[in-house]
Every structure is written in C-alpha cells, then in structure tokens.
C-alpha cells in the first residue's frame, strides 16, 4: 500500500503526488520504492484524492511530530489544491510547523504565483537549486522547457518577502566549484543555504 503520510528523519513527511517536470540525474527515485518509514511511495492507480489523504492523516498521529514537509516521490505543487486545504487543516488542528520542499517551479506547474497561496499555511521552505547556472541546471535537471532556471529564481525571491524562512539546497555531488558558486547565490539572494549528502 502506498503511503500517504511517513516518518523519515524524526519529521512526518506528506506524499501527495508522483508528478515531477524535472528529470534529475541525481534523483532520490531512482534508488528505489521509498524512504523512511514508508512501504511504497509509488501510487498506481493516480495520486490520492482528499478523502484518502484525510483518513491516512487521521490514522498517522501528526501530533507525536514536531515539523510535517510536504515531499514525497513527485513535486507537491503538482498538487496544489490538495497541499493548500491539507496544509490549512493542519496549522488548524496541530501546534506543529510546516514546510514544503520543492524544486521551485509551482508558477510554472500551476500558470500562476503561487507564493501568495502558500503564505497562510507555510513556515518554511527548501527550494533544489543545484546548479549555479541555466546550463548547468538544465544538464543535471533536464527540465525540458525553457526559463526553468530563472523560473526557481524568481519563485526563491518570491518566498523571501513572504515565507518565515527560506532556505536553498544542493547536493554533494556537484562540483566543490558549483557549490561554493551556489553559497554565493544564496548569499546574494538572502536566505539560507544547506549542502545535502547524497546518498
């Protein structure tokens, strides 16, 4: 059975969906079914709608948890709607913090600004920068449309005015060369920066 919600790292994490619009070489997806606690975080039959998502919400304890992140095996702007109302409900019932890591193409996803939607419900966010230039970028991320780079950019920007704390990350595996240029951009850009062992 595939899980909605999961345990990784001491955090519950929310999988609503296996939509992604990047191809990452370095993708957590290609090392297998799940992470964490998780049995399976492949959906076969769609992503779950939100009566499903509520019940695995009542039957996971969130209040044993401290930070609920929306990720999972896809993109979770892919599912805006669901993350609003799920994540609206949850600063409603629980005393806990809420962050979403994204790739930071949800205006792209969605056609619209999305920042102004996650204001209400968001304390933090991560953002995958990865690369510290469009080309680079498009090597490694293979976003398949034009602008995705600069798309990031913007949406990093975006949260900065509007989300408690914004940080970017890369993985370990890029050049030392693109991660020092990568500190400098968030540096420039004003938020926090994390270098993620991959593994």
């Known amino acids: 059975m595939t899980d909605i919600f999961y345990e990784f790292g001491g955090k519950a994490y ?10 990452c070489s370095f993708c957590i997806r290609n090392n297998g079914d799940s992470v964490g606690s998780a049995d399976t975080l492949w959906y076969q039959g769609g992503d779950p709608d ?3 998502i509520m019940k695995a919400l009542e039957e996971f304890h969130l209040e044993n948890y401290d930070e609920v992140v929306f990720c999972g095996y896809g993109e ?6 669901n993350m609003i109302k799920v994540g609206t409900y949850i600063k ?7 962050r979403l890591n994204t790739n ?3 205006d792209f996803i969605n056609k619209k600004k999305i920042v102004p939607l996650l204001e209400p419900f968001l304390d933090s966010v991560s953002i995958s920068l990865n690369a510290s230039s469009a080309e680079s970028y498009n090597t490694r991320c293979k976003p ?19 989300i408690p704390e914004v940080k970017v990350t890369v993985v370990d595996i890029i050049p030392d060369t693109e991660i020092e240029e990568c500190r400098r951009i968030a540096e420039d850009l004003g938020v926090e920066y994390r270098v993620r062992v991959f593994s």
Do not use: R, S, W
């Open 76 to 81: 979770p702007t892919f599912a805006l709607d």
């Open 104 to 106: 930071g193409l949800g």
């Open 92 to 98: 409603g019932h629980y005393d806990i913090k809420t």
């Open 144 to 162: 398949g449309f034009e602008g995705a780079y600069e798309t990031m950019i913007d949406f990093i920007k975006e949260c900065k005015g509007h």
């Open 14 to 23: 929310v999988n609503l969906t296996n939509k992604c619009c990047l191809k």
């Open 50 to 52: 939100m009566d499903q």
